[in-house]
Every structure is written in structure tokens, then in C-alpha cells.
Nanobody, 122 residues
Framework: QVQLVESGGGLVQAGDSLRLSCVVRTASTYAMGWFRQAPGKEREFVAAITWGGSSTTYADSVKGRFTISRDNAKNTVYLQMNSLKSEDTAIYYC?????????????????WGQGTQVTVSS
């Protein structure tokens, strides 16, 4: 059973914006994160947020361009991506922790979505 469902990916041009959404279908997640995997590369951390949204953390490569947020009433986590670059091209994954502590480590996330493709043309 799929617990996390991402949407919002697509093909855009460099400089454009996209907003990814992740619907959370389990009540067992607290801190949430976004990761991405580019072709031929390992999956890497992008951003994370605590359950209440009061704390966030970002990878240096996206800081100032991406914003993670959540609407718990809608069971949805968002990733607003602005000023997109070709190097942002990747499959983006939503992930959930069973504790309310921020983490940049893939191994500390229990729930994973199936991913949504983001392609940025230069």
C-alpha cells in the first residue's frame, strides 16, 4: 500500500518554477523530507520539515530557491521550487520519518513515495 504520493513534476525551462505535492496517507509520519536522484547519481537530500512546520533544513544546492512547507489539515507536504536549473533535473521523492526530528539522512526515513520526474531544460 502506497503511503506517500507525489505529484507536480514536469518539464520546464531554466528559471521557471514548479510546486511538488506529497499526499501523506499514513498517520505515522512526523518529520517529512524531499530527496532527489539524478540520472547516474545517488539519491540526495533536498529539504526537510518538522510536523508543525516550525523547523526546516535545506541542502546548500537549493537554499534560497526551494521552500518546503506542509498543510497538515490536507495531509500534504509541498516543495516550491523557484529559479530552476538544469542540474535540478531528477526524480523527486517524498519521505516520512516516524519521529519529529529533522534529518538529512536517507536511512532515517521510513516511508517513501514512488517519485515524480522533474526535467529542467536549459
Amino acid at each position: 500500500q502506497v503511503q506517500l504520493v507525489e505529484s507536480g513534476g514536469g518539464l520546464v525551462q531554466a528559471g521557471d518554477s514548479l510546486r511538488l505535492s506529497c499526499v501523506v496517507r499514513t498517520a505515522s509520519t512526523y518529520a517529512m523530507g524531499w530527496f532527489r536522484q539524478a540520472p547516474g547519481k545517488e539519491r540526495e537530500f533536498v529539504a526537510a520539515i518538522t510536523w508543525g512546520g516550525s523547523s526546516t533544513t535545506y541542502a546548500d544546492s537549493v537554499k534560497g530557491r526551494f521552500t518546503i512547507s506542509r498543510d497538515n489539515a490536507k495531509n500534504t507536504v509541498y516543495l516550491q521550487m523557484n529559479s530552476l536549473k538544469s542540474e535540478d533535473t531528477a526524480i523527486y521523492y517524498c519521505a516520512g520519518r516516524v519521529t519529529n526530528v529533522l534529518s538529512t539522512m536517507e536511512s532515517q526515513y521510513y516511508y517513501w513515495g514512488q517519485g515524480t520526474q522533474v526535467t529542467v531544460s536549459s
